[in-house]
Each structure stands twice: as structure tokens, then as C-alpha cells.
């Protein structure tokens, strides 16, 4: 199940939609259903309430006012990475540097 801190991807009626960030999961007074604050991460960004189920957090489809919703999380390409890279005896490879690094400082020196 997603928890507090991690960022889920809302998808509506099948589609990305936006990220947000969970803030805060309360519990509900019926079982099973949680006050699930989200940080939406938009331009401003807003938070909102929904009640929801437990599995609707961990990813199960729902609706509101009659259109699917469902959440995905996202997980760092950081930590897969790290997980893939990964010795047989579990101690991970340090991580190499991916591309060129571009100095800012030296771009604006051109000009």
C-alpha cells in the first residue's frame, strides 16, 4: 500500500492525469476506509481530502461522479537502478554517472 511521503501517479478514465504526493492517511470511522490527504503537484499546487478504501490506495480502480480513477506509485529510477545493479553477495555497485555534465557557468562565459 502507498504510504505518507510517497508521490502516486492519478490516472482518469485510463489516463495520466497529474502527481501528487501523500500528506497524510487517516483512518475513517467505517473499516477499511482511510481520509487520504494529497499534495497535488500542479500549477498551484492543491491539496485535497478523498475518503478512500484501502485497496483504492494501493491501486485498485474507483470512481468519482461516475469517472475511473486509479493510483499508480511512482518509484525512483534512482532506486531501481540500484536494485538491478545489485553484486550476487547484495552489496551494490557504485553508481556511474549517466551523460555529460554541462556547466552553466561555462555556457554563460561564451557569450
Not at 4 to 16: G, S, T
Not at 47 to 73: A, C, H, P, S
Request: charged content about 30%; cysteine-free; overall charge negative.
Amino acid at each position: 500500500m502507498a504510504v505518507e511521503n510517497d508521490i502516486v501517479l492519478i490516472h482518469f478514465e485510463d489516463k495520466p492525469l497529474l502527481f501528487a504526493r501523500i500528506e497524510r492517511i487517516a483512518p475513517d470511522h467505517k473499516p477499511n476506509w482511510y481520509h487520504v490527504s494529497l499534495l497535488l503537484l500542479q500549477i498551484p499546487p492543491q491539496l485535497v481530502t478523498w475518503i478512500l478504501r484501502d485497496v483504492y490506495i494501493d491501486g485498485d480502480e474507483f470512481t468519482m461522479n461516475g469517472q475511473r480513477i486509479r493510483f499508480e506509485k511512482v518509484t525512483s529510477p534512482v532506486e531501481a537502478l540500484t536494485h538491478a545493479d545489485e553484486e550476487p553477495d547484495g552489496e551494490a555497485k557504485p553508481a556511474r554517472p549517466e551523460g555529460k555534465i554541462i556547466s552553466f557557468t561555462d555556457l554563460k562565459k561564451d557569450k
